[in-house]
């Protein structure tokens, strides 16, 4: 008996194991999308994990699958947790006529983030569990999502995908067939200053052209924003709001689906989304941008070194400080902003 139940743990283990791999495996990869640059329609099967969120009948925001039965959207597309009426179609190419290769679920399950913030947009994020599991075809498979400490510098080349408005107030045109744009992610300390300084968190990314013209728009909420690593497609973000669409200076902004790397895992138990490192190269021109009123904390306009030598450059640490007693160095500190120092306690009686 003690043997026979080793050899069922030991199958579960591999079982998981084997389902884990799965998709980082599949999850990114589209058969039929071989293309670095292209229209604005979005040929069918060239982001197969594209969903579309339908309440009776009618197409409200998009979504990505991340695994055989669930998917990741905007918490700011649902009222409540209420699943009635609420059904997901994957695999559809245009929202009128046939779609050959589209199947349809309604919804199990929608977990918004606890910590959503409807007045701010921050944690605008949500999980919807399918009735019942899919089956990936070329058509219908999930996209790989950006795992924890993820970096997109600013310019990273990035693409949206829905069936939201081509223009402000301008409806998508019939058939309505699925549309991509490419935008470069833009950084957020020159996103936080042209939305307007406190706008813009940790848990966003940004991505637009600043002479505007390119963005998603209402009706894209919720949809993926990806970058390609390799041969993969990662999810970086996840389509949250904007002034206006596609309008000069005012990026689109999005879930930062790095942030959320634990919280979907807590969630989703078995059959774990795939997750990718995305790494950018060189520094990050946006580390060192400024504007009245943005916080200057952290940055090295003096120090621009990945590694160096022990001994530190002038201005290479702004931040830091002597603490001394009676004109000797005691303890070191670090300015926080114009008149407060950070140390240690144990360096005062």
């Known amino acids: 008996m003690a043997l026979w139940k080793w050899v069922c743990v030991l199958a579960?283990?591999?079982?998981?194991?084997?389902?884990?791999?799965?998709?980082?495996?599949?999850?990114?990869?589209?058969?039929?999308?071989?293309?670095?640059?292209?229209?604005?329609?979005?040929?069918?099967?060239?982001?197969?994990?594209?969903?579309?969120?339908?309440?009776?009948?009618?197409?409200?925001?998009?979504?990505?699958?991340?695994?055989?039965?669930?998917?990741?959207?905007?918490?700011?597309?649902?009222?409540?947790?209420?699943?009635?009426?609420?059904?997901?179609?994957?695999?559809?190419?245009?929202?009128?006529?046939?779609?050959?290769?589209?199947?349809?679920?309604?919804?199990?399950?929608?977990?918004?983030?606890?910590?959503?913030?409807?007045?701010?947009?921050?944690?605008?994020?949500?999980?919807?569990?399918?009735?019942?599991?899919?089956?990936?075809?070329?058509?219908?498979?999930?996209?790989c999502l950006a795992a924890s400490g993820s970096v997109f510098n600013n310019g990273t080349d990035s693409w949206v995908t829905g069936w939201g408005r081509i223009q402000e107030g301008?409806?998508?045109?019939?058939?309505?067939?699925?549309?991509?744009?490419?935008?470069?992610?833009?950084?957020?300390?020159?996103?936080?200053c042209l939305n307007g300084v406190g706008t813009i968190t940790d848990n966003m990314i940004c991505a637009g052209v600043l002479a505007g013209g390119k963005d998603s728009c209402q009706g894209d909420s919720g949809g993926p924003m990806v970058s390609q690593q390799d041969s993969v497609w990662v999810q970086s973000g996840v389509v949250s709001f904007g002034f206006g669409c596609a309008r000069p200076n005012l990026p689109g902004v999005y879930s930062r689906v790095s942030r959320y790397q634990s919280w979907i895992n807590s969630h989703i138990r078995t059959d774990k989304p795939g997750f990718v490192q995305f790494t950018s190269s060189g520094l990050d021109a946006d580390s060192s941008y400024t504007c009245p009123g943005l916080p200057v904390c952290g940055t090295t306009p003096l120090n621009n070194r990945i590694v160096g030598g022990e001994d530190a450059p002038a201005g290479s640490w702004p931040w830091q400080v002597s603490l001394q007693s009676f004109g000797g160095h005691v303890c070191g500190g670090s300015l926080i902003n114009r008149e407060w120092v950070m140390s240690a306690a144990h360096c005062f009686f």
Request: hydrophobic content about 35%; aromatic content about 6%; overall charge negative.
């Open 12 to 143: 579960l283990v591999s079982l998981l194991v084997g389902e884990s791999h799965s998709q980082l495996d599949v999850c990114g990869t589209t058969p039929l999308n071989n293309r670095i640059v292209g229209g604005e329609d979005a040929p069918a099967g060239s982001w197969p994990w594209q969903v579309s969120l339908q309440i009776f009948g009618g197409h409200v925001c998009g979504g990505s699958l991340i695994n055989r039965e669930w998917v990741l959207s905007a918490a700011h597309c649902f009222f409540s947790s209420d699943t009635g009426g609420w059904k997901i179609v994957l695999g559809r190419q245009n929202q009128e006529g046939k779609n050959p290769n589209e199947e349809s679920r309604t919804v199990a399950e929608i977990v918004l983030h606890p910590s959503y913030d409807s007045d701010t947009s921050d944690n605008d994020i949500a999980l919807l569990r399918l009735s019942s599991p899919v089956k990936f075809t070329d058509y219908i498979r999930p996209v």
């Open 170 to 192: 301008v409806p998508l045109p019939s058939p309505q067939a699925l549309q991509e744009v490419e935008v470069p992610v833009l950084g957020n300390r020159q996103c936080n």
